[in-house]
């Protein structure tokens, strides 16, 4: 038995069986070894605590690691990623100066020469697994500082070029090509990096600007030269396969990119401005997608009562919310729960977002004349048991939806209202018969997105009790939980907040809320009768969410009016 296999074994992280299975050549072991970390068999930590042993180094997990940016820049970052390594930091001691290498693989003995070249100094090792390598190196090598200096060099290079719509063509084609892919890549790439849910490339007067929505909210990137502008947004097009020569009309096309051993799929729109076309690339990222509604930290009575819903062989479910505030989310997680061999679900999108495997995926074509109310009679003579509409947006879809729901069918949609009560009222509005609605209609979901306090940095908030009071939070009773505020530090990009959640409100439609329905009772007597029934608002959910430690106050008062 090879030694890292017998150091593996003695640590408990693989069983001897195992381990006499995959018994061979030092390299055969190693290529199984492999085969194990990929299939998740092996822990990742397992084995490079096991590697660190085997080499007599230590082992260190990045997470906490205060890195050195200047350090860190001295080696270029496609170099590191490629050799998974990242240097720490400078020891000094009695003797000579040292840099601390982190490595993946420390037999690398080509990297370990090319960077004792780049510090001019011998290198001390330890191992750290790869994809903390891989975290760090983005952490603290970003690509602002490149595209900053990228577009510096376009401006110097391209000044005087025209803007006219016309390309410059010259004999070096592949070479003036180049910085546009490059600066493109940069974009894209960094956006991904940052978790950003959309990428907005807007011309203005007289330079391209870059904006990614993280968390909810649009930061500023270095922006680039105009001259480059035609430039950009031709490649774009040119990725997402989108006529080049329209620029008039808005264009929707989509791209696939390979990240970091991830496909994403890019859902591409242009829109004509007086100053050139605006691209806004939403980040479709299938690992960031919840795949349970636990995940989605609906209150247990949240939850109980939207469990009980959608657990029904028929009725209609509605999710509500304004554009962005994870309504497809919560459907998807929803659809992933009922989707099984015996249950035929079938989904009407615009666009289709994610790929479910199971799911019969319908994609709206208008131009073609597929509308959500000609593709929901359609999908009526395929057999559904559950179908997902996603979204009512007239009267006539309105009334297939509720009327498939009383016909044997689980139906789930979204519809664009602020709370709860109001989709009961806004689907009458749009021409259902209230009877209709009040007997096909079971439960009602609003949501908002909230962004999540940093674990790292959060802090307790010194907020008196009477303050929070004058802003409208509730504390309930007997509750003396703190409330915490955000700071922000490394991990959260300085902002206080890293990742997000959802705030809820799920109105059960029980009997005395049909008979207010069929009665055409107002969205404000609907929601007192819900509340007296138990529902808590969006407001009221958000200050659990924040005595949870989960955000904060002024987060809640931004979402929530």
Not at 276 to 297: F, P, Y
Not at 410 to 436: C, K, Q, W, Y
Request: glycine share 8%; with cysteine; net charge negative.
């Amino acid at each position: 038995m090879a030694a890292l296999i017998h150091i593996l074994v003695r640590q408990g992280a693989l069983a001897r069986e195992r381990a006499l299975e995959l018994a061979g050549s030092e390299r055969d072991e190693m290529l199984r070894l492999r085969e194990l970390l990929d299939s998740g068999e092996l822990s990742e930590v397992a084995y490079a605590r096991a590697r660190a042993v085997q080499f007599g180094v230590p082992f260190v997990q990045l997470e906490d690691e205060k890195g050195d940016p200047e350090l860190l820049s001295r080696l270029s970052v496609s170099f590191a990623h490629a050799n998974e390594i990242a240097p720490l930091g400078v020891r000094s001691g009695s003797g000579p100066s040292q840099v601390v290498l982190a490595m993946a693989d420390p037999e690398n003995v080509v990297a370990l020469d090319d960077v004792r070249v780049a510090y001019g100094m011998p290198v001390t090792i330890v191992v750290a697994t790869a994809s903390d390598i891989h975290t760090y190196i983005d952490r603290y090598h970003r690509a602002d500082e490149e595209l900053s200096a990228l577009s510096n060099s376009l401006e110097t290079s391209e000044e005087g070029a025209p803007d006219d719509g016309t390309f410059v063509v010259t004999g070096g084609g592949t070479e003036d090509d180049a910085p546009i892919v490059r600066f493109v890549n940069l974009v894209l790439g960094q956006g991904i990096r940052d978790r950003a849910s959309d990428i907005h490339i807007e011309p203005t007067a007289d330079r391209v600007r870059v904006r990614y929505r993280i968390d909810g909210v649009l930061h500023e990137m270095p922006s680039a030269p105009k001259s480059i502008q035609s430039g950009v947004i031709s490649r774009l097009k040119i990725m997402s396969d989108i006529d080049i020569a329209e620029r008039r009309i808005p264009q929707d096309g989509r791209i696939s990119v390979q990240h970091e051993g991830r496909k994403i799929d890019l859902r591409v729109a242009t829109l004509p401005t007086v100053w050139g076309e605006k691209i806004v690339m939403r980040i479709l990222d299938q690992s960031g997608t919840a795949i349970s509604l636990e995940s989605l930290n609906l209150s247990p009575r949240n939850l109980e009562t939207y469990r009980a819903a959608y657990t029904k062989p028929y009725g209609m479910i509605l999710v509500t919310g304004p554009t962005g505030s994870g309504k497809s989310t919560t459907l998807y997680s929803t659809v992933s729960e009922l989707a099984k061999p015996e249950v035929n679900v079938i989904t009407i999108e615009d666009p289709v977002e994610y790929r479910m495997s199971g799911v019969n995926q319908v994609q709206i074509n208008t131009q073609a004349g597929l509308t959500f109310a000609n593709a929901l009679r359609a999908i009526l003579r395929s057999d559904p048991d559950v179908m997902l509409v996603g979204e009512i947006r007239d009267a006539e879809t309105a009334n297939i939806a509720i009327e498939s729901a009383l016909t044997g069918h689980l139906v789930l949609s979204t519809l664009h209202t602020n709370d709860a009560p109001s989709a009961v009222t806004r689907l009458i509005e749009m021409g259902v018969e209230p009877f209709l609605v009040g007997s096909a209609l079971d439960v009602v979901v609003a949501q908002r997105l909230i962004r999540r306090l940093c674990d790292r940095c959060k802090e307790q908030d010194a907020v008196t009790d009477d303050e929070l009071h004058a802003s409208g939070f509730v504390r309930p009773a007997g509750d003396a939980r703190p409330v915490y505020r955000p700071v922000g530090c490394q991990h959260c990009a300085e902002t206080g907040y890293r990742g997000r959640s959802a705030i809820h409100e799920v109105m059960a439609v029980t009997e005395e809320i049909e008979r207010l329905a069929v009665a055409r009772a107002s969205s404000s007597e609907i929601a007192h009768v819900a509340r007296a029934q138990g529902m808590h608002t969006l407001r009221e959910d958000g200050w659990l969410k924040a005595l949870d430690g989960m955000t904060s106050i002024e987060e809640i008062l931004r979402v929530v009016a």
